[in-house]
């Protein structure tokens, strides 16, 4: 399979271009030619496949240059935790994507897209350079996903100030082959910064430079598994009941979106055949897109810090993704897509209904999908199902949850490790003149 610039002023290219450069020439992100169909005979069953089943038969539909067996054995190797589908209450499931090591959603792209370059590394015999910006989760996921991987070296850059202590903790404290930049302005200059870097000549000539967002396909590919994986889990758990609606029913797949990485794989996955209904994009009070959606008008602005400070983007670039998916058509993409804002309250008042109701805990991310989702169901339709993605434990987030629930919960072994760990970090404004001279002077 071939993917093309969004823009068209560049050339198509295969998978391994792609994923070492990360985006296009022309300064746009790469997308497939044409999304593969998922096969009947597939989806037939597709409820008693494993996890790396339907990860290798997803992946494999867009990547020919790393031969099955080599490909199996990556799916097998990035993902050796569980993606259970919970059931919350009547109706609502939590699809948990936080078991890997860093405890958040994007240890399932980072880990496969480390793997992937480790392949083609390996073969190659030189070395990479990583450039990633965050605002949260995704620096984690990749210094973890790449931590000592050889040939490789990551600069991660975030926000100062706009992170947990815990997510800063994560990234700031491994050394070695990870670099952590802290850029006194917002997750928007630290992603421009990365967008500069990538389309810059005089490091894009000398260097293997590219980057570990979701703006690659190496992340953004592996994502469109789970989702398969999510309707097969809820196909099953109809089965299984005894009295149950139609084993055809589609659920609601609500997506806590930032940069809309995630949601763009759900809509992929949808494009492809994966039976499942409607989305729901679940935005914080940076409501972009949800504002889009009402008046026709899209205006990226300056993001504002909020409890779900992963999904703090004014600017997502990803949505341009799923603008071209749907061929820039505003009515199209509603007609498959809702898109919500939640405000800090709401998302503090969903965690403690939750936890009365049903005694779990949300993190605050995973509560704008969950009070996205109800919305979503009381304005449509109360008897469809929905499926929420439960993007990270909610122990990274201890003020947060005390703050909505008045007691503290347990920090997992991972994080208190984290938390012992001294803090290296480099301190830089957000202008690209030093951000270069940096990149320059470590891979001279």
Known sequence: MNFRSILGKSPSVGFRDALFRGIAPDGSLYIPEELPALPFSFLTGVENRTLHEIGFRVTSAFIDEIPPADLQGIVHRAWDFPIPLVKLEDGLYLLELFHGPTLAFKDVGARFMAHALSFFLAQERRRLFIVVATSGDTGSAVAHGFFNVPHITVFILYPSGKISTLQEQQMTTLGHNIYALEVEGTFDDCQQLVKQALADPDLTRAHNLTTANSINLGRLIPQIAYYVWAAARFKLELQQVEVHKDLSERPVIAVPSG???????????????????????????????????????????????????????????????????????????????????????????????????????????????????????????RSASAIVTATAHPGKFPDVVAKALNMQIPLPLPLQEALNRPKMSMCIRAEYPAWKEILLQHTS
Not at 270 to 288: D, F, H, Y
């Open 259 to 381: 940069n809309f990485g995630n949601l763009t794989a759900a809509a992929y996955s949808k494009s492809m055949g994966n039976p499942i209904g409607r989305l729901v994009a679940a935005t914080n009070e940076n409501s972009v897109v949800p504002d889009y959606f009402r008046s026709g008008l899209y205006s990226p602005r300056p993001s504002r810090q909020t409890y779900s400070n992963a999904m703090d983007v004014g600017n997502p670039s990803n949505f341009v993704r799923i603008q071209a998916l749907y061929n820039y058509n505003l009515h199209r993409m509603k007609n498959d897509i809702s898109a919500v804002s939640i405000s800090d309250d709401e998302t503090l008042a969903e965690i403690r209904r939750t936890y009365e109701q049903a005694g779990y805990v949300l993190d605050p991310h995973s509560a704008v999908g969950v009070a996205a989702a109800r919305a979503v169901r009381r304005e449509a339709d």
